[in-house]
């Protein structure tokens, strides 16, 4: 069985492996030059060596442990899962809100939500094998990658040359430097998704989009749940208005949420985990059978050997310029490594540009790269662009239209009037700078916003759009509406009286 093997050892898990790191598998024979070796087997590589094979080139994708990376393994796909049922479990509990009444109590089973996840993750993970890369060209290496010159890198006794390579090696849970923690011990997004047993109290340090979407899950599936974080709020990067409505939602849900708090230290107790927290000068203790860490990450760039290909790097990752190449220029790095921007679809994005860049002379530059993200709490909070505090720290004068969802038919209808879309504008321009949208399905709407943005549509545009009734996605009309009537200047009212008026 191999070391790689995912917990707990059953069906679904055994599948998994068999695809993102088969324990028969036998490296090929390097090919005498490889036009893209990727490093890394999440989303960056695999992207970089497939497009590099698509082209006609010779490819080489190394992965020193699963295929598909965090996403498939220990990210978006586990989590979605757990996100999707503890949605479930929510909704039955307030079904009687809509006239639906459940007899008796809802109960989770939590062996069968880990099974489900499971089983769709083994399921997804044939679209990351390493049979099916292979099977589009791509020279798959199992094994560990260390640079021995700047164009040759080794992996279990193979030395491969190579004209180009990106580094996408990802990064993983970061390790608060807290007295005792070590000792207690600590869950992250590696480890948390390996659970078949729910913990009946759990202690989730970090208010970021990881530690906000596992604690309500978590809350959902029947867990009480607290919340530490460092900063004066939860969510510190969105919109504050953003953050306030998932407080508030996490609040009525029964989440202990702690912000201005610092764990001073932990410690076992008689009954669990201890955390001693600090705030405003006090401290109090909290108590759990389980702590998630999800306060931030670091890149994965030990063991690689990075000096001898001439690669700078430091605390955020590979030291890359605005066209995402290392200060080697045969070698480009993308994905969470890179220290941009930590999403799926950003690594998949700058993969796309690496390989632009490294073959036809492109000029993709990852300052230009429009990210839209969603934190997929419920309500969920999509943001694309600048937040008003960013614009205002660049020094842009920006107009701000808003709309609630508590006026729009559809969110009325749902019961899901607790949300709200914003967008900032260039003053005076409506030529839009960022978007946030706040609601049940504010990551399928922020698209919309995005399609303007990288189009360069102005957002008046958005009142010309036919959207579908009754929808969420009204409140961007809403928007483009309000915009519009902005531009009706009193000489612009004059103007339209008089020719109403005149043809009577």
């Not at 996403?71 to 996100?83: D, E, H, M």
């Not at 990852?366 to 660049?394: M, N, Q």
């Amino acid at each position: 069985m191999s070391s790689a093997m995912p917990a707990p050892d059953d069906e679904f898990n055994r599948e998994l492996l068999r695809h993102a790191h088969p324990p028969e598998w036998k490296n090929p024979a390097p090919r005498a030059k490889y036009h893209m070796a990727a490093i890394g087997g999440g989303t960056a590589g695999i992207i970089s060596a497939l497009a590099t094979a698509g082209l006609g080139g010779n490819a080489a994708l190394i992965e020193r442990h699963l295929l598909g990376g965090d996403c498939l393994n220990y990210g978006c796909v586990p989590s979605k899962a757990l996100i999707r049922a503890a949605r479930a479990a929510y909704e039955v509990s307030r079904a009687a809100d809509f006239g639906v009444r459940v007899e008796g109590e809802v109960r989770v089973d939590f062996g069968e939500v880990m099974r489900r996840m499971r089983r769709l993750r083994s399921h997804i993970s044939h679209h990351d094998s390493a049979e099916r890369f292979t099977s589009l060209g791509v020279d798959v290496f199992l094994g560990e990658a260390r640079f021995t010159s700047s164009d040759r890198v080794q992996v279990t006794g193979h030395e491969l040359r190579f004209t180009r390579c990106v580094i996408a090696t990802g990064g993983r849970a970061a390790h608060p430097a807290i007295e005792g923690l070590e000792q207690v011990g600590f869950l992250t997004n590696e480890t948390v998704f390996s659970l078949t047993e729910l913990p009946s109290r759990l202690i989730v340090l970090g208010g970021g989009p990881i530690g906000c979407e596992l604690a309500q899950a978590f809350r959902r599936f029947g867990s009480r749940v607290t919340l530490i974080q460092r900063r004066p709020r939860i969510l510190p990067r969105d919109e504050p208005d953003a953050s306030a409505v998932v407080t508030q939602q996490f609040e009525r849900e029964g989440i202990d949420v702690l912000v201005n708090a610092a764990v001073v230290r932990a410690q076992r107790s008689a009954t669990g985990k201890r955390l001693v927290v600090r705030r405003g000068g006090e401290e109090t203790a909290c108590e759990a059978d389980e702590i998630l860490v999800a306060a931030g990450r670091t890149p994965n760039v030990e063991g690689l050997d990075l000096d001898a290909a001439g690669v700078s790097y430091n605390e955020r990752g590979i030291v890359v310029d605005d066209r995402l190449r290392s200060t080697n220029p045969r070698i480009f790095a993308a994905g969470d490594v890179a220290g941009s921007y930590q999403f799926t679809h950003a690594a998949d994005a700058m993969a796309r540009a690496c390989v632009q860049n490294a073959f036809f002379f492109g000029r993709k530059k990852l300052s230009r790269l429009l990210v839209p993200h969603t934190t997929y709490t419920d309500p969920e909070v999509a943001h694309v662009g600048l937040t008003a505090a960013e614009a205002e720290k660049r020094g842009i004068a920006i107009d701000t239209y808003r709309e609630n969802l508590s006026g729009v038919d559809r969110a009325i209808l749902d019961g899901d009037e607790e949300g709200f879309a914003v967008v900032h504008c260039r003053k005076g321009t409506g030529r839009i700078v960022g978007a946030t949208i706040v609601g049940r399905h504010a990551g399928d709407m922020i698209g919309e916003m995005a399609v303007m943005m990288s189009s360069g549509l102005k957002l008046g545009a958005l009142a010309g759009v036919i959207h579908c009734y009754p929808t969420q996605v009204e409140v961007l009309k809403r928007i483009g509406d309000q915009f519009q009537r902005g531009r009706l200047t009193p000489r612009v009212a004059r103007l339209l009286k008089f020719i109403l008026t005149s043809r009577r």
